[in-house]
């Protein structure tokens, strides 16, 4: 077992809508790690989140794949397996992610500006497919940035 009892932390993308309906995109983290075990293994950090209804989606984005202005279904966790993919959100903020990065995309109260802009775009990046994980919370989204912790 480590001896390390620092707390870890982990870095998340969130997407998300303001009062104006206008998307926007912050580096957050994940930080209430406990040392906890798991069916008799041996402890593990876990920041655990909110149980709740969830639909699970493995998705592959083509290479050249360009998915125009849209705001997320549902708030939803979005895990790059392999290959890259950005998303641009309507303030201008472009964010590339690849493995090991995490979205939490909750752009869903997004307003329609008068450029026809609307959520986010997004799309792969290089010559490979991107294949994500996506996890649909059956939630309400949160108006406010970097609310999970």
Known sequence: MS???????????????????????????????EQQSMSGAA??????????????????????????????????WI?????????????????EMGPGEVSLGEDLNCRKDDQGRIGHRSGTVGDEPARLMIVQLHVEPVGAPCHLR
């Open 79 to 95: 895990v790059p397996l392999s290959g890259r993919w950005w998303v641009e959100s309507m303030d201008g903020q472009r964010v």
């Open 43 to 76: 402890p593990q950090w876990n920041d655990v989140q909110a149980r709740g209804d969830a639909t699970v989606i493995f998705a592959v984005l083509p290479v050249g794949w360009v998915g125009d202005w849209h705001p997320n279904p549902k708030p939803q």
């Open 3 to 33: 001896t390390d009892m620092h707390k870890p932390r982990t870095a998340y993308w969130h997407l998300w809508a303001d009062e104006q309906g206008v998307s926007h995109q912050n580096r957050c983290e994940l930080s209430h790690f």
